[in-house]
């Protein structure tokens, strides 16, 4: 267990709906990161917060957006999807935001099925 | 930019034999090297990493992995495969000055009785 959350595990929409996906991260992690993973395009990185601040953007649609509150949680919204946006999203965590030597701590997870 | 290459998307080796899981960046700048696995339905977990010091790093399960500049690769290694070494091995590389992971594509190992 990474200590790392991340709900729900399993989505099921249809296209043109809107999700949100919740992760947690470790206690006193400060960054949060967000990843796809598919099996065409593998593993991508979509977006990075830090202390509650867009710290980093990968290769994010402008159809997702992400935030992270307060108490350091983040959620991903995903809109007007399609079903190319079925996938593994990830949410990893870590200490600091800009010393890359920290490791990052993964979720379990969740997969978004587009039906 | 950073980026990484992973030779190989599927591998396949004898229970007990060598495993060596190669992966070659590209980075402007001193790079910070990692090396992840992932088992099926799971998140991925961090095997070891390289940041500053010495080249051959250790990590969990008997794995290892040497930090070579001059050839621009981070290979992992174990010296005898077992079982529950199957799984998506993932390589991953960021910059010193950078707070951006790259990751590679993978490579699948199997692990043959």
């Known amino acids: 267990d990474s200590g790392v959350t991340q709900t729900p595990k399993h989505l099921i929409t249809a296209t043109g709906q809107r999700v949100t996906l919740r992760c947690s991260p470790r206690s006193g992690d400060l960054s949060v990161y967000w990843y796809q993973q598919s099996l065409d395009q593998g593993l991508q990185f979509l977006i990075q917060?830090?202390?509650?601040?867009?710290?980093a953007k990968g290769n994010i649609l402008e159809r997702f957006s992400a935030q992270q509150f307060p108490d350091l949680h983040s959620e991903l919204n995903l809109s007007s999807l399609e079903l190319g946006d079925s996938a593994l999203y990830f949410c990893?965590?870590?200490?600091?935001?800009?010393?890359?030597?920290?490791?990052?701590?993964f979720g379990p997870g969740t997969r978004l099925t587009v039906l | 930019a950073q980026s990484v290459t992973q030779l190989g998307s599927h591998v396949s080796v004898s229970e007990g034999a060598l495993v060596l899981l190669r992966c070659n960046y590209s980075?402007?700048?001193?790079?910070?090297l990692f090396w992840y696995v992932q088992y099926p339905n799971q998140g991925l977990q961090l095997l070891l990493k390289y940041t500053t010091g010495a080249t051959l790093v250790k990590g969990i399960n008997g794995f290892e992995a040497e930090f070579k500049k001059s050839e621009t690769s981070f290979h992992l290694t174990k010296p005898s495969a077992h079982m529950s070494d199957a799984a998506e091995y993932f390589c991953a590389v960021t910059a010193s000055t950078g707070n951006q992971f790259y990751f590679g594509t993978g490579t699948s190992l199997t692990v043959i009785p």
């Open positions: 980075s402007s700048v001193p790079p910070y």
């Open positions: 917060y830090y202390n509650g601040e867009e710290r």
């Open positions: 990893a965590s870590s200490v600091a935001g800009q010393r890359t030597q920290h490791e990052q701590f």
